[in-house]
C-alpha cells in the first residue's frame, strides 16, 4: 500500500477518514468522512479518472460525489432506512481540478413520513463549486 499523500495526513489530522465503500463509490472512491457535531460531511480527493477531456473533474463526478452525502444523510435522519433519490437539481459554479479535496454537505430543508427535501453543497479550495437540493424517498428496510 502506497504512503499516505500530504493531503491525506492533513485530511486524516483534521478527523476524516477514507473509507473504501463496495459498488459505484468503490469504484471513485475512496470516500472521506468525518463525524460533525450535527452529523457527518463527505467528501474525495480529485484524481486523473475524475477528469473529463477538458481536464477537470467530470460534472457527473461531482453530482455523484452530492447524491451520495445527500443520500446518506438521508439515510441517517429516516433512522437508517434506505433512501432513493427521485429528484437532483444541480448547478455548477466552478471547475475542480486533480489533486483537490472535495468536501460534500448537506442540510434537511424539510421531512415528512415518506419523502426528504435537501439542501447541498460542494466546496473546493474554499469555494462552492455545486449547490443541489434534492427529494429523497425513505424506501423503508
Known amino acids: ?24 463509490m468503490g469504484r471513485v472512491g475512496p470516500l472521506w468522512t468525518r463525524k460533525l457535531e450535527g452529523g457527518w460531511s ?3 480527493i480529485s484524481t486523473e479518472q475524475h477528469l473529463n477531456p477538458a481536464g477537470v473533474v467530470h460534472g ?3 453530482v455523484t460525489l452530492l ?17 432513493v433519490t427521485i ?7 466552478g471547475a475542480v481540478k486533480p489533486g483537490v479535496f472535495v468536501e ?3 442540510v434537511i430543508a ?10 447541498g453543497t460542494l466546496n473546493a479550495n474554499g469555494q462552492e463549486v ?12
Open 42 to 44: 463527505y467528501g474525495l
Open 67 to 83: 447524491d451520495h452525502a445527500l443520500s446518506a444523510i438521508a439515510w441517517e435522519a429516516a433512522k437508517r432506512q434506505a433512501c
Open 87 to 93: 429528484s437532483l437539481d444541480t448547478s455548477f459554479h
Open 1 to 24: 500500500m502506497d504512503s499516505p499523500t500530504e493531503l491525506e495526513q492533513s485530511l486524516q489530522a483534521a478527523g476524516w477518514r477514507a473509507r473504501d465503500l463496495p459498488g459505484h
Open 60 to 62: 457527473g463526478m461531482l
Open 130 to 141: 455545486v449547490s443541489g437540493q434534492a427529494i429523497l424517498k425513505i424506501s423503508g428496510g
Open 104 to 106: 460534500a454537505n448537506g
Open 110 to 119: 424539510r421531512q415528512t413520513r415518506s419523502l426528504i427535501f435537501m439542501r
